[in-house]
């Protein structure tokens, strides 16, 4: 009993046929306006710029002292001035999407910087920049550790005055970003110490500099912890950027025509169609799959590294189903990804699995699959446990999602185009909903065999967080609910009933008072990818094919799909 859950939408995508568009030159000055934005851009956001692979200001941290802000709001400002004399210009159908683009980019760091004013309001903020900033340098491989490792030593060095900055900025915050930051702030700390001490270890010479700025940051963070135990606390609801921008985001960011209104009546809908199908699904599977423990012989032997085998393995098993089915293209020097347990300064930040890409401008192209780290010595219980977990290829599903052909190979399709522009795109509608597409697809595809009930409950399952997401989204940003009251409602919407479910949906919700739009995206994402496969599947007729479309989807890069539908001419 396989029933696909069909998710429908048809109030968000537009038209927009782009056949027969006469090809005219590229525009050498519209080419060189881009390039000039991208590069500020990344200037003023060093450690944004690191993680893409751009690498010329990997010794900064973002300055977001009143000056610098005032400075960048003008450059902004006039970028936008300087974009709009293009509008009725000769463009390619390419570089109108490109138009889009860089648009929606100078608006996007323009609301931030100049409406919600990000840097006044997110304590958060300044600790992203202080741990991430490392974070990105230690798991780069565009330069052997030793050159990096001064440059690491350079964003430790200016975390102090970070720290600084983000007291003379932050003088009220609602109580929940508090809590966030002042948590974050424990774990970097405590990653800071064990960078050190890397560090030292591989550059013993190095020792006396390693410690003396790793402690002088660690002291600046531990300040600014106080500092926030201190500062007056805004109202709960103060975390909500309202309804006027969380509008602005949706059109200006992911371009989509749709406001907070209709988006919670959307989520509303899909998550009442979802429950019914869960709800449906798990009274089947009760009634006629309970087959109790899994019967399976367990060796006398079954080390670490039989585990730590077995996800390569996996991986690579994913990656030859995709290609032997003629679900997409992948090209054989496709960069690989490798499964690695969390090092060990990472363990305070990535508790569980966890998916780190290249930077797409890189170089070294090679992504990171973490894992949980697993016991030197394996008592009985643990070895069984593995075990059955490998018989059951309990690694297959966050393969497909973080792997093949989710992340790792969208991500690495979007690197290919040589054009800065679309490569500089990390659209999260994109980039998400093609993962979440994904677990769907590949159940419908086969991947599990005919049928494996387990593993269309957990679809379900996620698909139903994914649409409790979209309505927790909205009703927190346009101020309906306050983080208590958003907890309190998914736990009774999601039906949990343990303490660490609960705990874990109170680490969800705290995530969510600071990205606003970004919940939504999961699921949205999906169903936009759905519906353009569709329209995709309408307009090829006979000659469609799944390969067709993915290929086709994948290739613009990582972009809104409003636009990538612009580009397929749907």
């Known amino acids: 009993m396989v029933r696909k859950f069909v998710l429908s939408l048809l109030v968000i995508l537009g038209g927009g046929l782009l056949g027969g568009t006469p090809a005219i030159a590229e525009n050498a000055d519209f080419t060189r306006l881009c390039r000039e934005v991208l590069v500020d851009?990344?200037?003023?956001?060093?450690?944004?710029?690191?993680?893409?692979?751009?690498?010329?200001?990997?010794?900064?941290?973002?300055?977001?002292?009143?000056?610098?802000?005032?400075?960048m709001i003008g450059t902004l400002r006039s970028y936008h001035k300087k974009l709009r004399r293009f509008q009725r210009a000769d463009l390619t159908p390419h570089e109108r999407i490109n138009y889009r683009l860089i648009e929606s980019n100078i608006n996007m760091k323009l609301h931030d910087l100049d409406r919600i004013r990000w840097h006044r309001k997110s304590p958060q903020l300044y600790v992203d920049q202080a741990i991430e900033g490392v974070h990105s340098l230690m798991t780069s491989r565009h330069a052997p550790l030793a050159a990096r490792m001064f440059q690491i030593l350079e964003r430790m060095k200016r975390v102090p005055k970070l720290m600084e900055t983000a007291e003379k900025n932050i003088k009220k915050a609602p109580p929940v970003y508090i809590e966030i930051a002042q948590q974050s702030l424990a774990d970097g700390i405590d990653f800071y110490k064990t960078v050190a001490g890397e560090l030292m270890r591989q550059f013993p010479e190095e020792a006396d500099d390693i410690l003396k700025f790793?402690?002088?940051?660690?002291?600046?963070?531990?300040?600014?912890?106080?500092?926030?135990?201190e500062v007056e606390r805004d109202d709960p609801r103060a975390f909500a950027v309202g309804e006027q921008d969380f509008n602005y985001i949706l059109s200006h960011s992911h371009l989509l025509e749709i406001d907070a209104d209709s988006l919670l009546r959307l989520g509303e809908r899909l998550l009442a169609d979802v429950q019914?199908?869960?709800?449906?699904?798990?009274?089947?599977?009760?009634?006629?799959?309970?087959?109790?423990?899994?019967?399976?012989?367990?060796?006398?032997?079954?080390?670490?590294?039989?585990?730590?085998?077995?996800?390569?393995?996996?991986?690579?098993?994913?990656?030859?189903?995709?290609?032997?089915?003629d679900i997409i293209t992948v090209p054989a020097d496709i960069a690989p990804i490798e499964v690695v347990q969390t090092p060990a300064y990472l363990r305070a930040l990535v508790s569980g699995i966890a998916y780190e890409p290249a930077g797409p401008f890189s170089e070294e192209q090679v992504g990171f699959f973490y894992v949980r780290p697993i016991p030197e010595d394996l008592d009985r219980r643990q070895i069984e446990a593995r075990y059955r977990y490998v018989h059951r290829r309990g690694f297959r599903s966050s393969v497909v999602h973080e792997a093949y052909p989710g992340h790792h190979l969208q991500l690495q399709l979007a690197g290919r185009t040589d054009d800065p522009v679309r490569t500089w795109q990390q659209n999260i509608l994109l980039i998400e909903g093609w993962a979440l597409?994904?677990?769907?697809?590949?159940?419908?595809?086969?991947?599990?065999?005919?049928?494996?009930?387990?593993?269309?409950?957990?679809?379900?399952?996620?698909?139903?967080?994914?649409?409790?997401?979209?309505?927790?989204?909205?009703?927190?940003?346009?101020?309906e609910f306050t983080y208590e009251e958003c907890v309190d409602w998914m736990v009774e919407a999601l039906g949990v009933e343990t303490e660490a479910q609960t705990g874990f949906i109170r680490a969800e919700v705290r995530r969510y008072t600071l990205t606003p739009t970004v919940q939504m995206s999961y699921l949205l994402g999906k169903v936009m990818i759905q519906k353009l496969r569709d329209d995709y599947r309408r307009q090829a007729g006979s000659d469609f094919s799944e390969r067709s479309f993915h290929d086709a989807l994948l290739g613009e890069g990582a972009i809104p799909p409003v636009l990538v539908r612009e580009a397929m001419g749907l």
């Not at 599990?448 to 409950?457: N, R, S, T």
């Not at 698909?463 to 927790?472: D, N, T």
């Open 41 to 71: 851009l990344q200037k003023f956001d060093p450690v944004h710029a690191t993680q893409m692979g751009v690498h010329e200001y990997d010794y900064l941290l973002a300055d977001y002292s009143s000056g610098s802000v005032r400075d």
């Open 214 to 229: 790793s402690t002088a940051a660690r002291e600046a963070m531990n300040d600014f912890s106080i500092y926030l135990s």
């Open 276 to 325: 019914a199908e869960y709800t449906d699904y798990l009274a089947y599977v009760e009634n006629q799959h309970q087959e109790g423990a899994d019967s399976v012989f367990v060796p006398a032997s079954f080390t670490r590294q039989d585990v730590l085998d077995y996800y390569d393995w996996e991986v690579n098993q994913v990656k030859t189903w995709l290609e032997q089915n």
């Open 437 to 479: 597409y994904s677990e769907e697809m590949m159940y419908h595809a086969g991947l599990y065999g005919d049928e494996d009930p387990a593993m269309w409950l957990a679809i379900l399952r996620g698909i139903r967080f994914r649409a409790a997401r979209i309505i927790a989204d909205v009703k927190l940003h346009t101020g």
